[in-house]
């Protein structure tokens, strides 16, 4: 009967409140094995109009459908790609435009292709609940001009719970969502440091340019 109790306890937050829920995000990209960095100069696009486009949803599952959930997905876009593709490349700036081949060595475009939430009881029987996330990004890589190389990661699920009664359920929700994003930029990122065609790219920029000297701030 406790079990009952906090289970419709439970529900009463997920379900019945009806203004947006706000997500709070913080993707924590950990040291990827990466031996070697590129030795190029990298610049990640990230517009505004990506940064500052929260995503807004409802769950894929029953729990929580009647409640919008926002996401700062555009602004943890930025932080995880920027922390991954750093420890790729010998220098990474984020910028807000797409540059002149002259500016830049290697352009590095994220875009987000799909994510899916949800709220999994089943898997409790019903007497607790998680939280699920699911990602698909895409990452493509130009020298200015064409693109060099490309990938496209959809994650495994990622959870995080199960919680019977929990007042902060939101953050368990966002938890899996910035589980989620690391998963797929990480993926991406040690394909990029193996990848044949960028390492290509970066012998011929280096002979072409000259060999890498300190960072001169673009102006």
């Not at 500052?52 to 409802?58: H, I, K, L, S």
């Not at 495994?156 to 938890?175: A, H, I, K, S, T």
Request: proline letters at 5%.
């Amino acid at each position: 009967m406790r079990g009952s109790r906090w289970l419709t306890a439970t529900l009463g937050l997920v379900v019945l409140s009806g203004c947006a829920l706000q997500i709070p995000m913080n993707t924590q990209m950990s040291a990827l094995a990466i031996e070697n960095r590129l030795p190029l100069r990298a610049a990640l696009v990230i517009p505004e109009s990506l940064r500052d486009e929260p995503y807004r949803g409802t769950p894929d599952s029953f729990t929580g459908s009647g409640r919008e959930h926002v996401f700062p997905i555009g602004r943890e876009i930025e932080k995880a790609a920027r922390d991954a593709f750093s420890q790729v490349f010998h220098e990474l700036e984020v910028v807000r435009r797409n540059l002149e081949p002259q500016e830049v060595e290697v352009v590095i475009e994220p875009s987000l292709d799909s994510f899916h939430f949800r709220y999994d009881q089943l898997s409790y029987a019903g007497f607790a609940v998680a939280a699920v996330s699911r990602i698909r990004v895409t990452v493509r890589m130009t020298d200015g001009i064409e693109t060099v190389w490309a990938r496209t990661v959809e994650t495994p699920d990622q959870r995080r719970g199960p919680w019977v009664l929990d007042f902060n359920y939101e953050e368990r929700v966002g938890d899996a969502a910035s589980d989620a994003l690391v998963a797929a930029f990480k993926d991406i990122a040690l394909e990029a440091a193996r990848a044949s065609e960028l390492w290509g790219l970066a012998d011929r920029v280096r002979t072409e340019r000259g060999p890498l000297t300190a960072r001169q701030e673009r102006r």
